[in-house]
């Protein structure tokens, strides 16, 4: 399958901090590639340099058949990980106006942005002012603006956070549909659940460094399987079960203690199992568990997803004065 | 639609749809309007006050007519002077003067009729300004009273709603002669109301004045005589239009001048604050990532920058339009006048200019700044100093007026920054061709050097946290670390 975006030995650096260093990996056309890494790990000034808004320090970018995201900005939507409209624009004026920037005709924009609005559950607010929404519904339009001009590219930076539950499964359906009218979906997050059902493909991103690029299934291959065990516990024992490389107490109340405990490489969990009934250990519940991109996260960088990188991140910021010169 | 005219239409609708754009642009001529009928309301408002003379000099001195006279004749003067004010307008200031004259000499029906004539629509809606004040007679039982308390104690009664019905008076002025010379005791109803101390002082020193020259052995024809000269004085100058006498004509530029370069200064100034404020309001609501990812930089800048000025524009047509009807209905030959001043060597395209290379190169600075910043609070540390130095032309644009050729007004402006106003307020003064080209080719050029570190600033700003100050401003033009 042709590659819609190649990133090729990128590296980005702000003065004196390496925010992104030797980047490659590809997303194919009409794939969904979930861009996944902690917050400060490189992923916003990765999508930034893809969109052109700075320049790479190093390493080739091709995107759409173009060397600079610039010069195929028409083809691309892009929702920033943080977003805002003009407060006192109506949404179909602010859908209209994003749709206009990027080629599409003011008067069909509006019209796309009504057919849209209604479909998002949001026909009522039409005519509301952008400040009178909730801050679901603007997210909502937002999401809205930036592929009302259906873009054969979309980026999307953390665009679950701040969703509740209920809108973040509605953004999910509708990234799949993007996916399924043939659109390519590049999209960062730092919530591994999302990208577990959503992505044909995963490129983890730690330190800004690359950690891994493929499948979901692949991402997880690389994480052992593990035992969940309930009862009245000891966690030597446990671990002295066959197969087992690690023991952690997820849970402990009233002597009624949750393991976890971690299966070395090849282990199926079978001989645990037996040893553990033949030891007479008091096992309540027993279950072999299969690896999360959660798990496969933390078994490939080492970083825990949820940790925050962005230390350094200010830093890059500053470092953003450097980007005047193009 | 292009991104740019799409960029430029979204900054001008978001503030022409807003009923305060509308409000404030109406807002000056409507204060302006009401600048000048203000003193005319307050003066129509203002109530006729009813004095009573009472002499208390000695018998044959004949203080209390000769007061009375003096009183009636600055009535007569003011009323003589509001045809001449009504007259200048329409007739302008020699106009004005025959009606003067006419009404000095043969009386103040007759300055009707000569305003009439000199003035047609003044002279149809004049009326003569209300009095401030009116002699009454004085009560009978005040006269009848021996001076002192209880004069004064019939003076209170009389002032106070104590008075016989229909008798009631705003002050009583007893006039008598303290050393040989006159002098009042004034009573009067409002103790903070000084018109009738005011007119009584005034009224004696010119009693005393006439007692002086007569005691003198001057006839008081001769004084009445002299007090009515004028003299007539002609300026002449080798740069007046009629090449010999200066008229006011010839003064208009200077003054066109002047009103033109406070204009651009407060329309420039109001255009680069509104794209400030639009600049950061975008940054503080993360609009400026998304634009950035929709179009260039200079695509973004140019749009914003290109609404705005249409913004200014509205304004300068409202202003102009309303200004411009209003001075044709009330002087028509003033209008003329600045017509014909702004049409003459090239004027109105060099003001034209000046606006345009002024609010480009501030508008666009002030862009910039506001890309760093989120709040005023940011954008203060840089655009504190820079409105300190932008005063600097409001000072300098004065002393124009008088000295155009002063060398302080000179160097002034000829320095970009200062052209758009100095220069402006300079040109009709008719300073040599090559300095105002050369003046118009710096300020063009400085325009571009804002627009290129503008360009460069608004870029770096625009997905910038950095905290803004003139070092990371000069860091993100320099694109250095």
Redesign the interface.
């Given at each position: 399958m042709a590659a819609a975006l190649t990133l090729d030995g990128i590296s980005k650096r702000y003065g004196g901090f390496q925010a992104v260093s030797d980047l490659s990996f590809e997303v194919e056309k009409g794939t969904i590639c979930g861009f996944l890494g902690p917050n400060g790990a490189g992923k916003t000034s990765t999508l930034r340099m893809i969109l052109g808004l700075q320049p790479a320090t190093s390493g080739r970018i091709e995107i759409l058949g173009a060397d600079d995201g610039r010069k195929v900005r028409d083809r691309i939507g892009f929702l920033p990980e943080e977003r805002g409209l003009y407060k006192k624009m109506t949404p179909v004026d602010a859908i209209a106006f994003f749709g206009g920037l990027k080629g599409l005709p003011v008067a069909e924009g509006r019209k796309r942005a009504r057919e849209m609005l209604e479909q998002m559950g949001l026909g009522d607010a039409q005519k509301k002012k952008m400040k009178e929404l909730s801050k679901g519904m603007a997210q909502k339009v937002q999401l809205i603006a930036s592929v009302v001009h259906r873009p054969e590219f979309v980026i999307l930076d953390e665009p679950f956070s701040g969703l509740d539950p209920m809108n973040q499964q509605g953004l999910e359906a509708m990234i799949r549909a993007l996916a399924a009218d043939g659109a390519t979906v590049l999209f960062s997050t730092h919530v591994m659940q999302h990208a577990e059902r959503l992505c044909d493909k995963v490129v983890l991103l730690a330190r800004g460094r690359k950690a891994f690029e493929g499948t979901v299934d692949q991402a997880r291959a690389t994480s052992p399987r593990f035992l969940e065990l309930e009862g009245a516990l000891d966690l030597a024992a446990v671990a002295a079960l066959p197969g087992v490389s690690g023991v952690e107490v997820l849970n402990d109340h009233d002597g009624a203690r949750i393991l976890r405990a971690g299966l070395a490489q090849g282990a199926g969990g079978q001989e645990a199992l037996k040893s553990a009934f033949l030891t007479g250990l008091d096992v309540r519940r027993f279950q072999i568990k299969e690896p999360t991109l959660h798990d496969a996260f933390i078994a490939l960088t080492g970083d825990h997803p949820d940790d925050d990188q962005s230390v350094a991140r200010d830093a890059a910021h500053d470092g953003l004065k450097a980007e005047a010169a193009r | 639609?292009n991104?740019t005219l799409?960029?430029a239409r979204?900054e001008y609708m978001?503030y022409a749809k807003t009923v305060g754009f509308w409000l404030s642009l109406l807002a000056f001529p409507l204060f302006g309007a009401l600048g000048g009928a203000i003193p005319i309301l307050m003066s129509h408002a203002e109530p006729t006050r009813s004095v009573a003379l009472v002499d208390e000099a000695p018998t044959g001195s004949g203080l209390a007519a000769a007061v009375r006279q003096s009183l009636e004749n600055e009535q007569a003067k003011g009323d003589i002077n509001a045809l001449r004010m009504a007259a200048i307008p329409e007739a302008g200031v020699a106009g004005g003067d025959r009606v003067r004259q006419i009404a000095e000499t043969q009386g103040y029906e007759a300055g009707v009729a000569a305003l009439k004539r000199e003035a047609p629509r003044a002279g149809a809606g004049f009326t003569a300004p209300k009095p401030s004040l009116t002699l009454a007679a004085p009560p009978a039982e005040i006269v009848a009273a021996a001076p002192g308390e209880a004069r004064d104690a019939l003076a209170r009664r009389y002032l106070s709603d104590e008075a016989p019905d229909g008798q009631k008076l705003s002050a009583v002025v007893f006039l008598t002669e303290i050393e040989g010379q006159p002098g009042a005791r004034v009573w009067t109803a409002r103790a903070t109301d000084d018109a009738v101390e005011n007119a009584v002082r005034d009224a004696l020193k010119d009693v005393n004045r006439r007692q002086v020259f007569a005691a003198s052995g001057i006839d008081p024809a001769v004084v009445a005589q002299t007090d009515r000269f004028r003299p007539e004085l002609a300026v002449f100058s080798p740069k007046a239009a009629s090449g010999g006498e200066v008229s006011f004509r010839d003064k208009l530029p200077t003054v066109v001048g002047l009103a033109v370069g406070f204009i651009l200064w407060s329309l420039i100034i109001t255009g680069a604050s509104i794209l400030l404020n639009s600049v950061m309001e975008?940054k503080s609501?993360?609009?400026l990532?998304?634009?950035?990812?929709?179009?260039?930089a200079t695509e973004i800048l140019t749009g914003k920058v290109l609404g705005v000025a249409l913004l200014t524009l509205t304004v300068l047509v409202a202003w102009g339009g309303l200004g411009g009807i209003g001075l044709i209905a009330a002087a028509p030959d003033m209008a003329g006048d600045i017509g014909s001043v702004l049409m003459s060597n090239g004027l109105l395209i060099y003001f034209l200019l000046f606006m345009v290379g002024g609010y480009l190169m501030y508008a666009v600075l002030f862009a910039a700044i506001g890309a760093f910043c989120e709040t005023p609070r940011d954008a203060q540390t840089l655009m504190g100093p820079i409105m300190m130095v932008l005063f600097v032309p409001l000072i300098v644009m004065q002393m124009a007026i008088r000295t155009p050729d002063a060398t302080v007004v000179k160097v002034m402006s000829l320095i970009p920054p200062f052209t758009p106003f100095v220069m402006a307020a300079r040109a009709p003064s008719g300073p040599p061709l090559i300095e105002i080209i050369g003046a118009l080719i710096g300020m063009f050029l400085f325009a571009a050097l804002m627009v290129w570190v503008a360009g460069?600033?608004f870029?770096?700003?625009a997905?910038?946290?950095?905290k803004l100050n003139w070092k990371?401003f000069l860091?993100?033009?320099?694109?250095?670390?």
């Open positions: - | 639609m991104r799409l960029i979204r978001a975008e609501n993360k609009i990532e998304v634009l950035l990812s929709s179009a260039s460069r600033a870029r770096a700003g997905l910038s946290d950095v990371s860091g993100a033009v320099r694109g250095g670390s």
